[in-house]
């Protein structure tokens, strides 16, 4: 049987309804509740052989209040934003707006001094690939939305720029089931997963299933297949022409993906400027971040 890891979506903080980058700030009373209210649904996967969280407060503290009692494991951290850390995007585009263009243009780019989005990817699908579990087992792992993000990514091979174009909202579930090398997502009842799926136009229309997820690389005559993965508490939405909108520090980032095109709109408090960034998801181009790219993917240290 494959092996199979349930990612839980840590509970909101301040930093989280702020929109700023990782700062470890703890659970606020609004994230404890929504703990409570998600309980009957997720506290059942306390029952996994292997239980796991990232070394946030906010991650120790929902595994904790669900009864899962984990294991901090500092390879699921966030990604490392180096001196944005704490920063909205808006304020990191205020302070460095060149160097905030070549964050988003390119995965490889570490303008803030922290990690690159590649670098991140692989972490976590190291992390992915070095569990000590046995041929069946389950597990679960409360982490950062980001994290959940980053192991869909590198679990089905999708581009790094397809990273962009998913939101996960606190304490939604992603399951991956599979061994090393081979990993599927798994998808089944919402109470059971967490998870639904709507899938149109995957094999037909494409017939290369690798491809499903590359918008940009389909002719122009042929609209690309859309996977939507319509979590149960935010829909996440893979690949697809036209427009992609994530909130972000007082506005909105809209993604045209035909012409690979951002606008954030920053609504910084008085000004009402505007940012505007050329090509800043990249493109169908991107290396991917599992063995195939040949990039290499990080070991995490094997927990016993």
């Known amino acids: 049987m494959p092996l199979r890891v349930t990612f839980v979506a840590a509970a909101r903080c301040s930093s989280l309804l702020a929109e700023r980058f990782e700062d470890d700030r703890p659970l606020d009373q609004a994230g404890w509740d929504e703990v409570q209210r998600a309980a009957h649904e997720l506290v059942p996967l306390a029952a996994a052989e292997l239980r796991y969280c990232s ?16 294991l901090a494991q500092p390879a699921l951290r966030d990604c490392d ?15 460095e707006p060149s160097a905030v263009d070549a964050w988003l243009a390119d995965p490889r780019s570490t303008p803030h001094g922290g990690e690159s989005l590649i670098t991140f990817i692989s972490r976590i ?24 993000r980053a192991a869909l990514v590198y679990a089905l091979k999708a581009p790094p720029s397809s990273y962009w174009n998913m939101d996960i909202g606190p304490l939604s579930t992603v399951t991956v089931a599979g061994h090393a ?10 109470r059971q997963a967490g998870a639904r799926l709507s899938a149109r136009s995957l094999a037909g229309e494409v017939g290369d299933q690798e491809q499903v997820l590359r918008g940009a690389a389909y002719p122009p005559q042929r609209p690309p297949a859309v996977l939507v993965v319509d979590l149960e508490r935010a829909p996440v939405e893979i690949g697809g022409a036209g427009m992609v909108r994530t909130p972000v520090a007082g506005g909105q980032v809209q993604v045209v993906e035909g012409a690979a095109v951002a606008e954030a709109d920053v609504g910084r ?3 009402g400027a505007r940012q505007e960034a050329q090509g800043a998801f990249g493109g169908a181009g991107d290396a991917l971040p599992h063995e195939s790219s040949g990039l290499p993917v990080e070991q995490s240290a094997v927990v016993q």
């Open 55 to 70: 070394p946030t407060p906010r991650s120790r503290a929902t595994g904790d209040a669900l009864g899962y009692a984990p």
């Open 81 to 95: 934003m180096g001196r944005w850390r704490g920063f909205t995007l808006g304020e990191a585009m205020a302070r």
């Open 125 to 148: 699908g190291g992390w992915l690939e070095t569990r000590p579990a046995e041929e069946g087992c389950r597990i679960v792992a409360v982490a950062e939305p980001s994290v959940l």
């Open 181 to 190: 090398g081979r990993w599927n997502l798994r998808l089944g009842a919402a």
């Open 269 to 271: 408090a008085g000004s």
